[in-house]
């Protein structure tokens, strides 16, 4: 299991990490032609697009995987279920712009809600042949797919940057990426689209869709309701601003949870009657983790000014605070990220959509809290507590359920890193009070080191470093 996983991770981080750079690049290049307003009007686009991503899956792609039962026959005949869906809620999605417009009254927003249909079709449409791919554990095709699309949606988006498109290069980056995709992706899984249908394959996932879909939506909803809101009661610039800080927020855990959970799905799923070795996988996974992310989390808080300003420019500062309280959360992000798949493997989505209720109750709340205050930073400090707790919750939930253990083994796995954050967060406390440097990359960089430094001790300490040594060394 340990050379499957080693051998997945090669790839989808080779792929995760491009996508992220051609993302953060193209991300720096269009916040210096674009206002913070304009960034609003796609961030509320954005959310209605994860909205339809969200119905368009239906736990569709984890079900293909974990099901063992389904043939080769069902699985062609999911795919033409998924045509049908991705043409409905393409045209759903176009027709919603006149409503959005008189909502936020936002010039010109149906007309691109119709053109960002297109994308809409297409990540509804990928859906069977991404499940098709993992589960035949083609991680390596998968990830040189993506990293191709999203390079030349990226090229797309920067030249139609660079010419004065405006938004336009936003939306048809978008396109561009989703399309490229589509296409490479359904090439290799050998599937057809048939006009044939056939309701036999749905109901033998339908119970595990429900529950995953419902989750989705749940979480979908208490992680998006801010944006929604902000957009509402406060500016199109405070949308903007924040959801600066809030995407920059989601890299780290965007990157490591598109590394791992499409890795370790379709391999622990061969091993889901094995609870001790997925148990055991889990915590070590939890442990190499918290050794870095811990100490992420004081880093990019102490350098949010700088990270802000270097990245996207001074037009920016409104999104420094956001970002620098809600960055102490990236732990809690991150230590979430693969309860997913653990109650997936288990075959307890009903567990998973428990978490997401919880989760929704406090994130929720939470938002709401910092809306009445009309302030964004508000609004972080509270989401800031609210997934911390919520982490706490999802690991003893994890553990207990799926388990039938105790927090207790998670808890030596992670003391060691939060006391070398701890130590980290005092450190550079004092360095702001008697060292500070003025020269912005200069301070990203001795942060950035302090903190390797601190990740590896912890690693050490922790006793995870000689084993990432020997599995990234080990060839058979």
Request: overall charge positive; some cysteine; proline content about 3%.
């Amino acid at each position: 299991m340990n050379q499957l996983i080693k051998k997945g991770l090669v790839y989808t981080f080779i792929g995760k990490f491009g996508n992220i750079f051609i993302m953060l690049l193209l991300d720096m290049i269009l916040s210096r032609l674009l206002s913070p307003r304009v960034y609003g009007i796609v961030a509320i686009l954005t959310v209605f697009i994860v909205f339809f991503q969200l119905l368009s899956d239906m736990g569709l792609g984890p079900a293909i995987i974990q099901n063992k039962l389904l043939s080769a026959y069902d699985i062609q005949l999911l795919f033409n279920f998924s045509i049908y869906v991705a043409i409905s809620l393409a045209v759903v999605f176009g027709l919603m712009g006149i409503p959005l417009q008189q909502q936020y009254h936002i010039k010109n927003m149906s007309h691109y809600t119709w053109i960002l249909s297109i994308a809409v079709f297409f990540y509804a449409a990928i859906i069977v042949p991404n499940a098709v791919l993992s589960k035949g554990k083609m991680f390596k095709i998968m990830n040189v797919n993506s990293l191709l699309a999203t390079t030349c949606g990226g090229m797309v988006g920067i030249v139609i940057a660079l010419q004065g498109g405006g938004i336009y290069a936003l939306l048809i980056n978008t396109i561009v990426t989703s399309s490229i995709l589509f296409f490479l992706n359904v090439s290799r899984s050998s599937l057809r689209f048939t006009f044939y249908m056939k309701a036999s394959p749905v109901r033998k996932v339908f119970h595990f869709t429900v529950n995953q879909l419902g989750f989705n939506i749940v979480n979908y909803f208490s992680r998006n309701l801010d944006e929604l809101l902000i957009g509402k009661y406060l500016t199109a610039s405070d949308v903007g601003s924040y959801n600066k800080s809030y995407r920059l927020l989601m890299y780290p855990s965007s990157m490591l949870g598109g590394i791992l959970n499409p890795v370790l799905l379709p391999i622990m799923s061969d091993y889901q009657d094995d609870v001790r070795a997925i148990k055991n996988l889990y915590i070590k996974v939890q442990g190499i983790l918290s050794d870095f992310v811990f100490p992420l989390s004081v880093f990019l808080s102490f350098s949010a000014r700088s990270i802000i300003i270097v990245l996207y420019g001074s037009q920016w500062i409104n999104a420094i605070r956001p970002f620098e309280i809600l960055s102490l959360s990236i732990w809690a992000q991150v230590l979430n990220i693969t309860a997913g798949t653990i109650f997936q493997v288990r075959n307890m989505t009903s567990r998973l959509f428990m978490t997401g209720i919880i989760s929704a109750g406090l994130i929720v709340t939470a938002i709401v809290l910092g809306v009445l205050q009309h302030s964004i930073v508000s609004i972080a400090f509270y989401l800031t507590i609210a997934f911390t707790l919520n982490t706490v919750i999802v690991l003893y939930m994890v553990m207990k359920s799926a388990f039938d253990d105790s927090l207790l083994p998670m808890l030596k796995k992670i003391y060691i890193p939060i006391l070398a954050a701890s130590a980290l967060y005092i450190l550079f406390m004092f360095c702001d009070k008697y060292l500070k440097v003025n020269n912005l990359i200069l301070d990203i960089v001795i942060r950035l080191l302090t903190m390797s430094l601190f990740v590896i001790l912890s690693s050490i300490l922790n006793g995870n470093f000689k084993y990432l040594v020997r599995m990234l060394l080990k060839k058979n």
